[in-house]
């Protein structure tokens, strides 16, 4: 059975940085593309930055540039450093694995900014 498990969130105040990672188990980790999400009260959750099996990656306009995902197949993690964070960063940070198959996603941590 497929698990993540996230760690890293925290309080912070504007302009510091917060590293985040995710733990999976139960999968062939090396082969899936892997995501985080965050979710804002009343908002929907949105996509933060993308790493493919290859290490391709994407961001969302609004972090890029600060905002870096990388992956260590062999620790089975991924990793989101989060550098310059803003108040409107506040959010539950989710971390996702993408198949094409079910896609699963972690607890979710929670990550504020705030003076």
């Known amino acids: 059975q497929v698990q993540l498990v996230e760690s890293g969130g925290g309080s912070v105040q504007p302009g510091g940085a917060l590293r985040l990672s995710c733990v999976a188990s139960?999968?062939?980790?090396?082969?899936?593309?892997m995501a985080w999400y965050r979710q804002a009260p009343g908002k929907q959750r949105e996509l933060v930055a993308r790493?493919?099996?290859?290490?391709?990656?994407n961001y969302a306009d609004s972090v890029k540039g600060r905002f870096s995902i990388s992956r260590d197949n062999a620790k089975k993690t991924v990793l989101l450093q989060m550098n310059s964070l803003k108040p409107e960063d506040t959010a539950v940070y989710y971390c996702?694995?993408?198949?094409?198959?079910?896609?699963?996603w972690g607890q979710g941590t929670q990550v504020t900014v705030s003076s």
């Open positions: 790493i493919t099996s290859g290490g391709s990656t």
């Open positions: 139960g999968t062939i980790f090396r082969i899936y593309t």
């Open positions: 996702k694995l993408e198949s094409i198959g079910p896609d699963y």
